[in-house]
Structures are given as structure tokens and as C-alpha cells.
T-cell receptor, first 116, second 116 residues
Framework: AQKITQTQPGMFVQEKEAVTLDCTYD???????LFWYKQPSSGEMIFLIY??????QNATEGRYSLNFQKARKSANLVISASQLGDSAMYFC?????????????FGSGTKLNVKP | GAGVSQTPSNKVTEKGKYVELRCDPI?????LYWYRQSLGQGPEFLIY????????DSGLPNDRFFAVRPEGSVSTLKIQRTERGDSAVYLC??????????????FGAGTRLSVL
């Protein structure tokens, strides 16, 4: 089974509007970490936000927030006030205690296009 | 400070040839990771180093792939007898330490390998 599922291959959003990128995960571990990375066309993966499985509050980092629903095993990324520079690939990733948190499992990504 | 540096940025080779891909991690980072990203996919874990030793090489696809990190800093991913299916972007990441769910991995821009 896929560890990370991103069901939206591509998304469009109008500049200045909010957008939600979906991510569901599969693990039997109680301790795990969830991450979102941005990959612009330059290729570098840029860390955006982290959510721990034991964190009670949803993570926020500036315009990024993570809608964490543990029972549903979802960790959706919300980008508020979209900017043209947000156009990129976005990857959801997970690390598990089972593997000593050493390897990431990535989803297949969502390509976000921000329209002016 | 400088981020993770990968060289070359692009490598074109012929089927059957040997290639080396280099990764220079962020100074002071003890953990180093290699991932492979095929077109339209998320990165897939290959190998992880803690210091000089390969702590987990479970993602290496076969014995044509090998990686070293002799002095605990720069790492080289080596691919023997390249095949067309090896064509992908090879990403390197480093982190301050290993372990722990929140340990953030910082990625380089990758080496795009094309096997003709």
C-alpha cells in the first residue's frame, strides 16, 4: 500500500486566494512526522512545514498551515493568500519511528499553478 | 551559509558506462541521504549515512548502485553499467543529526542523469 497519497496531480488557484492540497498517509506507527516540501522548477526541495503525530495543535508557518486530522490520517496543506511564486510542485512526506525516522516516504506530488 | 551542493547538475552518459554523482552537505550535518526522483514521481529513498557509515542502504535498487562517504562529509553515489532505467534526478539531503520525527532534511537541487 502507498504510504503517502496525494490525489490531486494539478491544482489552479487565483492569486491572493487560499488553496488546500490534500495528503493522506498510511502507517501503523504511533510516532511519526509529517512534512510538506515545495519543489520549484529549479529542482531543490524546500521544507515548508512539519506536524508531529503527538502534536495536538495544527502546525502553522507564515502563510502555510497544516490541517491535521489524525483519525482520518490526513495532513492537508493550506496556503493562504496565494502568490505567483507559490507555483511549484508540492510533496507530502512522512517519517516513521519504525525506521528510526531515517527515511522519508513521499507522495507523487501536486502541481500548483497560481493565476494572476 | 551554503546549502547542499550537488555536482554535476546534469550528466549525460551512454548505456553501460560508469557514473559518479557528488554531494556536499551543509557543514556540520552528520546525516546524509540519497533519493531518486523519476519523472512525475516523488523522491524515493536510496541510502542514508550517519557519519562515515551507511546506516541504511535498503533503498538501493541493485548491486550496480553504491555510495560512499569516506570522511563523513562529501558523499559520492556510484552507478556501474548504467541502464536507461537509471535515468532520473538524484537528490541528496543532509540533516544536523539523525533520528527523531522532526529532524529536517535539507535538499540539494539534484543531479539529472540521462542514460542514452
Amino acid at each position: 500500500a502507498q504510504k503517502i497519497t496525494q490525489t490531486q496531480p494539478g491544482m489552479f488557484v487565483q492569486e491572493k486566494e487560499a488553496v488546500t492540497l490534500d495528503c493522506t498517509y498510511d502507517t501503523s506507527d504511533q510516532s511519526y512526522g509529517l512534512f510538506w516540501y515545495k519543489q520549484p522548477s529549479s529542482g531543490e526541495m524546500i521544507f515548508l512545514i512539519y506536524q508531529g503525530s503527538y502534536d495536538e495543535q495544527n502546525a502553522t508557518e507564515g502563510r502555510y498551515s497544516l490541517n491535521f486530522q489524525k483519525a482520518r490520517k490526513s495532513a492537508n496543506l493550506v496556503i493562504s493568500a496565494s502568490q505567483l511564486g507559490d507555483s511549484a510542485m508540492y510533496f507530502c512526506a512522512m517519517r516513521e519511528a519504525l525506521y528510526n525516522f531515517n527515511k522519508f516516504y513521499f507522495g507523487s506530488g501536486t502541481k500548483l499553478n497560481v493565476k494572476p | 551559509g551554503a546549502g547542499v551542493s550537488q555536482t554535476p547538475s546534469n550528466k549525460v552518459t551512454e548505456k553501460g558506462k560508469y557514473v559518479e554523482l557528488r554531494c556536499d552537505p551543509i557543514s556540520g550535518h552528520t546525516a546524509l541521504y540519497w533519493y531518486r526522483q523519476s519523472l512525475g514521481q516523488g523522491p524515493e529513498f536510496l541510502i542514508y549515512f550517519q557519519g562515515t557509515g551507511a546506516a541504511d542502504d535498503s533503498g538501493l535498487p541493485n548491486d550496480r548502485f553504491f555510495a560512499v562517504r569516506p570522511e563523513g562529509s562529501v558523499s559520492t553515489l556510484k552507478i556501474q553499467r548504467t541502464e536507461r532505467g537509471d535515468s532520473a534526478v538524484y537528490l541528496c539531503a543532509s540533516s544536523l543529526t539523525s533520528g527523531g520525527p522532526k529532524n529536517i532534511q535539507y535538499f540539494g537541487a539534484g543531479t539529472r542523469l540521462s542514460v542514452l
